[in-house]
């Protein structure tokens, strides 16, 4: 049975962010199968969870797991990449507990206590920055996010300059710094309608489908050159392209969400093209997973990483890409906006692109972080159905709500005469919300799947295992 351990002491804390990562997960999946009780039996846990407060605890989940998947993985991925440890390992644990305490708080309070009544307690009369979409947090918990990211950047940053620069570290530097910046126009909340939605999407568009791409193009990109052995000039020209056309087209593409806000009409030319080119990284980055793994030089003995990173390129194009692309045109999205289809694109491509990402790293790095080569056979072997039965069940979710936001269109939207009030529409699609909710458990019973693969005693045994040691030493 063979043993290792992290190559800098300081990687450690990364699996403090990585347990608490899927521990915010779970309660994420936990609220968003409440929301979907509550679509179907509209007085589920009311008045003690109101819809609109597990909404709000459901994306926020979203953002803060995912966030500490990121820093995380960074905390793990820099100091190898730089060939030496991290700038202050004090830092990076101080900043864990800060925002973890910060997170927690902020979720008591949007279950405890009216949104309004926050607000009031929080200081938002002072600077008004409540009130929007996934930006609900109150004025100290985004002041608190301001500095936690602050430090951690800087922690990231002085290891990054101390030691080796590579195409990965730096590329995960800048969307990580894009990433911060972008966040500080959440303070910013005009009285204009207008430029409130295009700040607003300054956020959310340039995270997601921006600043984030450069963070998943890097960890994906870490993982090839630990489970491939290819030559990291080859992985490099590919990050250098596939980066190149998330920014072109992420940052142009903000203009699909500019259609109908008052914005000129030459953003329905603009962000129908290159919102049309946005599938393209995507696309390259399946190409590029696949050919990385057709041109590996060794069988790496963690095999479960190799499955959520070949994974997460083919299921982030399906859902970011090509469901991102059915409605993306401004003659479509006339239509479609806001109605399930932008559901089912919002949770596959998700999943598919920062989920999978996240996990895929949390897989390669926490056996390296409990001394261990790789997970015992039997343990990869729970893993990989974990990730069959959670994508599966994502995918059951993506077409479920797929065929609701159809049937919402032809039977709200698209009539012009006699058209069916919103309330009588989501009475015909209770089928769909049904489907939903089986899709839903699934991926509840494929992500505890998942977490029971951490108590499947054993590490990787060489002699039984009959692969090539040496992959761990690349």
Known sequence: MQVTSVKYASQSVAKYYFVAALALFTAQIVFGLTLGLQYLLGDFLFPYIPFNQARMVHTNLL????????????????????????????????LFWIFLAAGALTIVGYLAVPYAKLAELTGNDLLQTMGREFLEQPLP???????????????????????RKTSISLVLLLGLWGLALMFLFSFVNPH??????????????????????????????????????????????????????????????????????????????????????????????????FNMVQRRRREHPNQAALLWAVGCSVVGFLGAGLWGFIHTLSPVNYYTHGTQITAAHGHLAFYGAYVLVVIAMISYAMPVLRGRVANSRGAQNLEMWSFWIMTIGMGVMALALTGAGILQVWLQRMPTTGAMSFMDTQDQLRFFYWLRMAGGVGFLVGLLAYLGSFFVGGAWDEATDGNNLKAQRA
């Open 63 to 94: 953002i803060v797991w995912l966030l500490f998947g990121f820093m995380g993985s960074a905390y793990y991925l820099v100091p190898e990449e730089s060939e030496t440890e991290l700038y202050s390992p004090k830092l990076a644990l101080a």
């Open 141 to 163: 918990t985004k002041l608190g996010i301001v500095i936690v990211a602050l430090g951690f950047l800087f922690n990231i940053s002085m290891t990054v300059l101390k030691g």
């Open 192 to 289: 204009n309608l207008v430029r409130d939605k295009m700040y607003w999407w300054f956020v959310v568009h340039l995270w997601v489908e921006g600043t984030w791409e450069l963070i998943l193009g890097s960890l994906l990109a870490f993982v090839l050159v630990k489970t491939t052995g290819v030559d990291r000039e080859v992985i490099d020209k590919w990050l250098y392209v596939i980066i190149a056309m998330a920014l072109i087209t992420g940052i142009l593409g903000t203009g699909h969400h500019f259609f109908f806000i008052g914005m000129p009409g030459y953003w329905q030319w603009v962000g129908s093209v290159f919102s049309a080119m946005e599938p393209i990284p995507f696309f390259m980055m399946t190409v590029f997973a």
